[in-house]
């Protein structure tokens, strides 16, 4: 379904309007149209975009027309160049799945926050529900806790009717917690409707690649790992995916995977054997995805460690 679609092969650009300075230089120059026009020449059929709440509304709700015309650009450039465009909002009033760099916090308990969530949602709904072929929605980026999950399904079933009053069409991804972990998939609700997709990302086995990363205490920077000595092997994959596919297929409904990718310590070789093998079980299940990332955020994949093998990545995103 993806596929027809044109949400299923696609790239992130991160760092753009999330998980960045927010100054005006950078918002205005990070991704420009040749980005776009580069994404369309590799092949890519959509780019999801990370945005952040802040970006759109001031504390006090109102909403920023500024912030706006950056969403309204990057539609504009995706028709102009045959993209698709999935919207995610990566940070929301009271919750950011990063613990170590964003104080947001209160969310799963806040129905302030919780109604903040739902209205920003309506006013994206009418600003751009009128393009469901061309644009989709990520209710959001991420939920960590398990604690959290009963209470996220509870705001996933009082904010997708409210979108739909504004776009009947559009497709919604909603992830599960443990950071939209594959296994965690399986305890999401049923679809509100047709036009929902399970969503999850993977960035498995997380030693591999996120060997050297210096912002999770989950990994030892200075520890270093081979391809070979990963335990990647298609098999792996099917293991891991499994409960995923199998909710997907017992409620009819497609599957994301809206993030994966190798951090940039890591030899270019191992990089595409990597690709290669989770790409095998992307298409034999059929699943959407989206490599992270574009450009820096120690996931770029245009940056020169590439330049060799990029050609070959590319047909395996």
């Known amino acids: 379904m993806l596929k027809e679609k044109g949400f299923y092969k696609g790239i992130n650009f991160g760092g753009w309007l999330s998980q960045c300075s927010y100054a005006k230089e950078h918002l205005d120059g990070f991704i420009t149209e040749a980005d776009f026009a580069a994404v369309s020449e590799w092949g890519i059929d959509h780019v ?68 903040r ?36 399904n509870a705001v996933i079933r009082r904010c997708i009717p409210r979108i739909r009053k504004y776009a009947p069409d559009t497709l919604i991804f909603v992830g599960s917690y443990h950071n939209n972990a594959a296994d965690t998939v399986q305890f999401l609700d049923a679809p ?17 690649t996120h060997q050297g990363a210096y912002w999770t205490n989950d990994i030892v920077p200075e520890e270093r790992i081979a391809f070979e000595d990963s335990g990647c092997t298609p098999e792996y994959f099917e293991k891991l995916f499994s409960t995923a596919i199998a909710k997907a297929n017992e409620h009819g409904a497609a599957l994301y995977c809206g993030e994966y990718g190798v951090i940039d310590v890591v030899p270019a070789d191992d990089v595409i054997k990597w690709y290669r093998t989770i790409n095998t079980v992307f298409e034999k299940h059929g699943i959407g995805r989206a490599a992270w990332s574009y450009k820096k955020m120690d996931f770029g994949i245009t940056d020169e460690r590439l330049d060799g093998v990029r050609s070959e990545l590319l047909r395996l995103i």
């Open 48 to 115: 999801r975009i990370p945005f952040d709440y802040n970006i759109l509304e001031r504390g006090s709700g109102d909403y920023i027309e500024e912030g706006f015309a950056y969403l309204d650009y990057a539609y504009e450039m995706c028709r102009k160049y045959g993209l698709n465009l999935l919207l995610d909002l990566h940070k929301t009033a009271g919750f950011s799945f990063d613990y170590y760099g964003e104080d947001e916090n209160g969310f799963f308990d806040s129905e302030t926050y919780q109604e």
């Open 192 to 208: 509100f409707d047709k036009n929902v997709v399970y969503n999850m990302h993977c960035y498995e086995p997380l030693k591999f």
């Open 117 to 152: 969530f739902m209205l920003l949602w309506e006013e994206l709904a009418k600003r751009y529900g009128k393009h469901p072929e061309n644009i989709a929605f990520e209710l959001l980026n991420e939920v960590t806790d398990k604690s959290y999950i009963d209470t996220w």
